[in-house]
């Protein structure tokens, strides 16, 4: 039995361990997913908070420069009717995804500060079909960055 | 009569051969009515056939490209190549279903033919098993994705597969995997059947061992072939982004290998039969669990089928599976207690328990990981989500700790190591992995986390290494052979125990490629015009120029670059970006310069027709390859342990009965 009780402890002890490595891994690297209606009408709640925001790109609202890699663009709402709905700017530097266009939705990730979602990724969904279908009724899934 | 009512009728037919086939296997065995048994059997075989129709209906209909068929309509066209149209069979809900059904059916009637005289008291509960999971794909197969769904016009061209899709990997990367997954079911039937018939040796395990390491070997190379899919297609320098399906990939893989060690324990010392039972029930509960994840579109992924409303029948089953699992545990619980226990944190014993607590801590972490946002949700009313950083700050440190078990695991004695056997078995390998580290710090490398990797990696190699030279030099002196022959013939006549050994050195490969690639990772992004250049670690590339290519189903944009070390060509690339015209979707062809010294990844990021100026987005990722040789090496492995050796096929020929073939085996 005291044998018994020496593993029991050092399982414990190991377990213990991994339990703590996993709160602090989870406090260091987690990051609210919103779609862009949630984040909106509360954005200044979520400053320099880590971000995903699932959203539609504004139509004619890109402007990338081939150069530098600079991408800004509007992020919107999925929803279709409200043309001049409220916006928010996204910042980016890299290459523009594959499918990345106006009216496609997107997840950006990044930090919200001074009015500016600054996104180290932005991913895209794929347009297949099986996808488009599913977009009409519900948030979109991720895509290939 | 429309050839797909021939596939919508198999499928019904199969459904209630399945309800038969699992309703009268259980009459049969509870009342003891021989003839039941036999009935049910028979309507699990005539199932395989109906199955079969099925999936030949199919193949028909997409080779054919009939194009009434939504599913053809929806996942080929008339340019798309054969190769692709035969795999769109798994490139979409319904056909992937079907083909897991498939799958699932070709194990059954081989377990079936293989114990058809073995087993009986097993034999009822094992097809009653198999046909409720056949049951279960057959009812969504038949209620809620009818595969054989018709439209009501014929339309002239399909909207193509995904052209992520189109990629050799394509072709061998799901069977890969499914075939992991759905072997799974066997082990998983022969556990129940033990609970169900109280017959609780070690009879289910010995019965379904091979069947075991053929879904581990599948599961390993589903997970090598997706890694290697990922970075070649995908083009963001890795193999790995900790995305929902990966993982769901990995979680099954995790505790496979768990069960495998534990197994031998119970093998050896009649320990740990209830974590063994429950180990089967979880894995296969993993495999639902990770047909659930790709197809209910709950959590977003790169590999998502859709949301689909298959989610909550998944959810059914898996519940039902694990309350069915867990009641007959409960009340088989008395006998499967066990009388031995532990003597020695030194000992096999624990250096196999750990690693099993470290497995499954892993595969707590992946999934914990994955399913965070949706509890989150639940509990505190907002979506937070962890991204790759939580998997890799928790996995490497457990990985680690693994890496050092894999080298202890094999060579420490059992029950209690004394003092004189770990200097006997770890004072060299010791040294050769401290040495290794010094050697690697005296040369520069200055992170803690690539040094202990790099000298458990040698540590372990190191043990594997005198593990084959001292069991060669003892038969050399027993029986005077030459030393080649010597090892070829230890490794023919032990298969588990060598080709464990060549599995684990697999490992210490694909931890080398993980740290290296994962560590020393460069990245450069270049925006350049032609002619210009630019570099990367020892490299230099050059532009020259863009070239075009056009035909019916795709249009190539492809970038020509010339690599150099110093002044010398080393060699050309040419990334590209393609536009697939059927579903008008963009991609990227990434170009790799493999060596085993590291690749040089080069993507064609960004076109910019005005300026002429071309962004490349370019990667130096050590020691990749050794990696994917490392996956090779396991697989190889595996293949050893689970082929039986000479001995092993003259004692099963003897006794035909086959109740129970000697383990010539010290251990695998």
């Keep these: 039995m005291n044998r018994n009780l020496r593993f029991v402890a050092g399982s414990a002890l190991i377990v213990a361990a991994f339990g703590y490595l996993m709160y602090t891994a989870i406090r260091e690297t987690s990051s609210y997913y919103l779609t862009i209606q949630e984040f909106l009408p509360r954005k200044a709640e979520y400053a320099n908070a880590a971000l995903r925001i699932a959203g539609r790109v504004a139509p004619g609202s890109i402007d990338y420069d081939a150069k530098t890699l600079r991408l800004r663009f509007h992020l919107t709402a999925f929803a279709e009717a409200g043309a001049a709905a409220d916006t928010v700017a996204v910042a980016f530097t890299g290459i523009k995804p594959d499918m990345f266009a106006e009216g496609r939705d997107v997840i950006v990730e990044g930090r919200y500060a001074d009015g500016v979602v600054q996104a180290r990724q932005v991913l895209t969904s794929c347009p297949s079909k099986y996808e488009a279908k599913a977009a009409a009724a519900a948030p979109p899934g991720g895509g290939a960055g | 009569m429309h050839g797909s009512d021939l596939g919508t009728l198999a499928l019904q037919l199969g459904w209630c051969l399945a309800l038969y086939a699992t309703g009268a296997s259980l009459y049969g065995v509870l009342a003891a009515r021989a003839e039941f048994v036999h009935s049910g059997r028979r309507a699990a075989l005539a199932l395989f056939g109906c199955v079969a129709v099925a999936v030949a209906v ?9 194009f009434r068929l939504e599913y053809v309509a929806s996942y080929t066209s008339r340019t798309l190549p054969m190769s692709y149209t035969v795999a769109a069979l798994w490139g979409g809900m319904a056909g992937s279903l079907l083909f897991w059904l498939a799958l699932l059916n070709l194990s059954a009637t081989v377990v079936h033919v293989q114990n058809r005289d073995r087993h009986r008291a097993l034999m009822p509960y094992v097809t009653a098993t198999l046909s409720t999971i056949s049951l279960f794909f057959l009812s969504l197969l038949v209620f809620v994705v009818p595969a054989f769904e018709r439209l009501d016009f014929a339309p002239s061209e399909g909207s193509d597969l995904n052209p992520l899709l189109q990629n050799y990997w394509m072709m061998i990367h799901p069977p890969a995997l499914y075939a992991g997954y759905v072997t799974v079911s066997v082990p998983f039937a022969f556990c129940v059947a033990a609970l169900a018939s109280g017959q609780l040796g070690d009879d289910w395990i010995r019965s379904t061992r091979r069947w075991t390491l053929l879904s581990w070997f599948f599961l390993t190379l589903g997970n090598v072939f997706g890694g290697a899919w990922a970075y070649e297609v995908l083009g963001w320098g890795g193999y790995w982004a900790w995305d929902p399906v990966e993982n769901a990939a990995f979680m099954p893989w995790l505790v496979m290998t768990a069960f495998l060690h534990s197994v031998m324990i119970q093998e050896k010392k009649d320990m740990l039969k209830v974590w063994n039972v429950s180990l089967i029930i979880l894995a296969f509960a993993l495999t639902i669990f990770g047909t659930f994840l790709t197809r209910s579109g709950v959590i977003s992924s790169v590999h998502s089928f859709t949301q689909s409303g298959l989610g909550p029948f998944f959810l059914w089953f898996l519940a039902a599976v694990l309350v069915g699992a867990i009641a007959l545990v409960g009340w088989r619980l008395p006998i499967l207690r066990s009388q031995n226990q532990l003597e020695s944190f030194f000992s096999r014993e624990a250096a196999f328990l750990f690693n ?10 992946v999934f914990w ?3 965070f946002p949706v509890i989150s949700e639940w509990v505190r009313g907002v979506k937070i989500t962890v991204g790759p950083p939580f998997f890799n700050k928790v996995n490497a440190p457990l990985g680690l700790c693994l890496l050092f078990l894999t080298g202890v695991g094999p060579i420490i004695a059992w029950r209690r190591a004394t003092p004189k056997n770990l200097r006997r078995n770890f004072a060299l390998p010791l040294a050769c992995g401290v040495a290794g580290g010094l050697v690697l710090f005296a040369l520069g490398m200055r992170q803690l986390a690539a040094l202990v990797s790099f000298s458990l990696c040698l540590f372990v190699a190191a043990t594997v290494a005198i593990e084959f030279y001292r069991g060669t030099r003892a038969r050399q002196a027993l029986v005077g052979e030459p030393a080649a022959t010597a090892l070829a013939h230890l490794v023919s006549k032990n298969h588990r125990r060598y080709g464990g050994y060549v599995i684990h050195l697999g490992v210490v490969l694909v931890f080398m490629g993980i740290t290296g690639s994962s560590l020393f990772k460069e990245e450069v992004q270049a925006t350049v015009a032609p002619g210009q250049s630019f570099s990367i670690g020892a490299y230099t590339l050059r532009f020259d120029r863009l070239s075009e ?19 010398r060509v080393v060699g050309l690339l040419w990334p590209e970006k393609r536009f697939y015209k059927r579903p008008g979707q963009p991609t990227t062809e990434v170009a790799i310069r493999k060596t085993l010294r590291e690749d040089l990844y080069l993507v064609l990021g960004a076109l910019d027709p005005p300026s002429g100026l071309v962004t490349f987005q370019t990667f130096l990722n050590p020691l990749v390859t050794w990696l994917w040789f490392g996956g090779a090496v396991m697989a190889l492995g595996t293949a050893v342990v689970m082929t039986p050796t000479a001995a092993e096929r003259r004692a099963r020929a003897a006794s035909p009965a086959g109740e129970r073939s000697p383990s010539v085996a010290e251990e695998g």
């Design chain 2, 58 to 66: 199919m193949l028909h209909a997409l080779v054919t490209r009939d």
């Design chain 2, 356 to 365: 099993n607590l470290i497995l499954l801590g892993i595969c707590f972490t």
């Design chain 2, 369 to 371: 990981g994955t399913v």
């Design chain 2, 549 to 567: 290519d056009d035909d019916p189903h795709v249009a190539i944009t492809r970038a020509e670059v010339t690599v150099l070390r110093g002044d």
